[in-house]
């Protein structure tokens, strides 16, 4: 179960966002987000399941038409939550590596098989609601249009 719990007061957010990418043509490219969030609240005693930084780097390759790699990496820093009896408790920090492989038939038809949580790691974004461990999920995309 959860409380949800509203900071009716007003609260300030300063949130300082950068980003970088690097392309060489249409085949291969490397992109870094990163934000740092400084929270001033009110009434609430901490920005609950907030992370005062987080990170994304991806990157993708290209072989021909038809072959597309894909991976990236995310982190978030430690957070702040409530327990079952009210009191805070610190969620550890996180870095989830993802990876993917994408196949084109054609222009509206690709088959891919994504991997993610490769390290496997056990952790809660959310307070009690655990990540899935390393899994593996295929389909196919169809694009009409």
């Given at each position: 179960t959860f409380k949800i719990q509203y900071d009716s007061a007003v609260t300030a957010i300063v949130k300082i966002h950068g980003e970088l990418d690097?392309?060489?043509?249409?085949?291969?490219?490397?992109?870094?987000?990163?934000?740092?969030?400084?929270?001033?609240?009110?009434s609430s005693k901490e920005p609950w399941h907030r992370p005062n930084f987080d990170f994304k780097t991806s990157a993708f390759y290209k072989i021909g038409d038809k072959i597309r790699f894909h991976t990236d990496i995310m982190g978030y820093?430690?957070?702040?939550?409530?327990?079952?009896?009210?009191?805070?408790?610190?969620?550890?920090?996180?870095?989830?590596?993802?990876?993917?492989?994408?196949?084109?038939?054609?222009?509206?038809?690709?088959?891919?098989?994504?991997?993610?949580?490769?390290?496997?790691?056990?952790?809660?974004?959310?307070?009690n609601y655990p990540r899935q461990g390393f899994h593996v999920m295929g389909g196919v995309k169809l694009n009409l249009f």
């Open positions: 690097y392309q060489v043509h249409e085949h291969f490219k490397v992109s870094l987000a990163a934000n740092y969030r400084k929270f001033t609240l009110a820093s430690q957070r702040k939550a409530l327990d079952g009896m009210g009191e805070a408790k610190d969620l550890d920090g996180i870095i989830d590596l993802n990876f993917g492989i994408d196949y084109s038939f054609s222009n509206a038809f690709t088959a891919y098989f994504n991997f993610n949580n490769i390290l496997a790691q056990e952790y809660e974004y959310w307070n």
